[in-house]
């Protein structure tokens, strides 16, 4: 029988929250504990210009003191009730998501909705949470497949605001005061901007206290709706092009790509599956070939970065310099070769099999159900069956993976982009 025949799946519930939010609720009786989360529409990719970085640092900056409770104390509260704490920044989002028994749900939104809605904004805090920025920001420096990555991406995306670092720069974050801060929380948690989720072992009363906590969110602003950025690279325009950064690691990490698609682009489900194809998994053709043919490498995988309006695709990883050359060589052979023969039907059953199973576990865990529930409403702005992905993923087939892989993968028009040693080692 089937699995997905039996899964019996339903859309979130879904409350209007005043102001303009939205609440969505996933019940799971058999769970044990209650994920909530808070989730913004609006990441670093939607930053105005000359304010780069403050997406992740008012994620940062609401941990640091409320009206009510300092960092401390935010921090005894959380701990006191044994809650699992988590805040992230994307391009795309930012999201605060907690874990907790349902008897603690009460406490857990208080002190969340208390430190997101009504930050101290303290300038003492705030300068040293610069401090405490600008040391990540230089952590990323010192991580090679991080740095490159950055530049990779402003290179493939040229002026487009997703081409710009999560972190920001020194010089950005230093420029966020107070009066800034106060600016931009306004128009990240205005109503339209904020998904709330509640996933897990639900009670009637956890959706009032949810709603209630959030009752008063600020209207939407001037910036409510992202801010416009430089216009999307014509994918069209692709060419070969070549990066490269150097720097006293061991190492050479590379990338090599150059744009995708957009997160609602009708190529989106076949790029997916043609990207798992070439590098995804252990039996992929790049992998086989860098990794296991020919021992070039020991981390080489493709990835796919979807935006609203435009993307990227990269096989990436990393070798010692003098195979760096090799690397390139077979890589570009694998995709020439896929070119000019295409999938097997074996290959193409088999990529379909572990996209439906990677779809299946997305369900395990109340974690994951927010999770998908949560990124569906910001990305797509509607909830999207498992049975309608499992249908996009089986009408994929050979000529349709062919044209993708003849407009995303053509060895001719990819960027290679490098970061080596600054000195060859003896």
Sequence with gaps: MNLLDNLGESPPRRTDVSGGAVLLEIPLPSAHGVCCGVWLRRGSASEAEGREGVAHFLEHIVFKGSERRTALEIAEAFDAIGAAIDAFTTKDYVAFTLKVLPEFLARAIDILSDMLLRPAFEPGLIALEQDVVCEEIQEVLDTPEDRLHDAYSAHVYQAHRRGR?????????????????????????????????????LLPEHRDLMLAAF??????????????????????LRTASELVIKSPIVQTYFEIGNLGVSSDHPDRVPLLLLSNLLGGGMSSRVFQAVREREGLAYTVYTYTDMGPDTGLVSCAGCCTPEKEARVREVVAAEYRRFLSEGP?????????????????????????????????????????????????????????????AAAWFDPDRLVHAAHRPSRRRR
């Design 165 to 201: 670092p999560i972190l920001g720069t020194p010089e950005t974050v230093r420029s966020l005061d107070e009066r800034i801060l106060r600016q931009e929380h306004r128009d990240f948690f205005a109503g339209p901007n904020v998904v709330l989720t509640l996933a897990g072992n």
């Design 215 to 236: 009752a008063d969110l600020p209207a939407a602003g001037a910036g409510a709706a992202p801010a416009p950025g430089a216009p999307a690279p014509d994918p069209a």
């Design 344 to 404: 097997t039907a074996d290959e193409l059953a088999s990529n379909k099999a572990q996209f439906k199973s990677q779809l299946v576990f997305s369900l395990e865990g109340s974690s994951n159900q927010m999770y998908r529930a949560a990124k569906n409403e910001i990305v797509y702005r509607r909830f999207i069956p498992l049975a309608e992905l499992v249908a996009s993923v089986e009408a994929v087939d050979r000529e349709t993976v062919m044209r993708c």
